[in-house]
DNA sequence: CCTACCGATCGGTAGG
DNA sequence: CCTACCGATCGGTAGG
């Protein structure tokens, strides 16, 4: 009975806190458990503070939720973008792309879970902001999709916007299955993706009718 | 001032509420704001009923996504099992599962989200539950594509386990923007994603190197 | 199916 | 960065 709180003194004359070390705690939670279940406790848990004193370091939780997202879509466009206006054939800068797709989300798996799929939880305001960069995102593919097709490197498709979508679709999906800590490397499955999503654009498919 | 509890009175001489349209409510709310952010009181308001009263109908919360959860990945594995199973072509197979996919995506959007993205909040038990009916789902893709390899209609795979894991993400990454009330019908978007599958599975890509 | 209510937990703040 | 605390809201219940 002497500990009541004693739980809670986790900071004796350690090294202060940084705001890097809190978006870092708040990436591995919001990722594993979402951002409405992760309450700031569970947050200054792990760094080890009382809950009030989070908010010397991050204005509030929304905030957080925001640069992560944010961070973590932007981490794509800055590396896919000089790719996509590369000068190579369309369909070399499509498996380029996919192939650094994979190597980031393997660097940066959680962040990419929570840009990719709680961004839906931030406010009006700044979900709008968000929605924005999202359309940057799309359109890198949508533009070496377009040039391939331009070049005749792909055939016309009936709904250009739909193989665009499902092509980040099938990327995204990745997530929910490759282990960072596995066997499998990134860039052998970003080759067999790249394979999947380049055959799908060309040939024609067996067992119609 | 004088309607202090008024806007609670949704029901005088109504019919009573069954236990179906409380489900199809909770489908409905949990799709479009996820399950730790609805609350009872959100359904409850929609149903026309006090919070307390949900419970007059209802075990508790986790009850009510466990339901919605096993019946919407049951839809799918009662409606693709017979065409895994069946003596077609497994390239033949494969495009009817694909195709009858987009059909039940079509009529069971909302609960087909809930059912593949919100299964995690339930509780330990509830989520082991869910985790083997997943295994069934999976076992189906898994069983067709075997069968083609066995068969030489696709070449021997790396990694087979990847390719049903990306087909399956493929098809349900179309829930995020294949939009119900749009143009495109499922027949359609289901052939296009069947070519792109189909054809992923068979012949040599593109832009190698 | 309502009335009335409960303990727990939430994000966040004042003042130092 | 802690102490001490706040109002709001949460899922759920007893008793009728």
Known sequence: MAASRGTRRARAGTKPVSFEQIESEAVKL????????VGMRD????VGLLPGSLYAHIANKEEL?????????????DALEPIAA????AAERMRLII?????????????????VNQWTYLSDDNRQQIV?????????FARVLDDGIA?????TIAHSRVAVLAIIGLLNSTMHWYSA????????????????????LCCPAPGAG
Not at 86 to 89: G, I
Not at 132 to 140: H, K, P, S, W
Not at 191 to 197: I, S
């Open 151 to 155: 070049a005749k490197e792909f055939p």
């Open 43 to 46: 947050i200054s848990d792990t």
């Open 86 to 89: 590369s000068a190579l054939p």
């Open 181 to 200: 800590h596995g066997t499998l490397d990134p860039d052998q499955i970003g080759d067999e993706l790249a394979d999947l999503a380049l055959r799908g």
């Open 65 to 77: 939720l925001l640069g992560i997202v944010r961070q973590g879509i932007t981490n794509y466009i």
């Open 99 to 115: 192939r650094r797709y994979m190597a980031i989300l393997h660097t940066t798996r959680d962040q990419t879970n929570v840009a």
């Open 132 to 140: 924005e960069l999202r359309e940057g995102y799309e359109a890198i």
């Open 30 to 37: 919001f990722s594993e458990k979402t951002y409405p279940v």
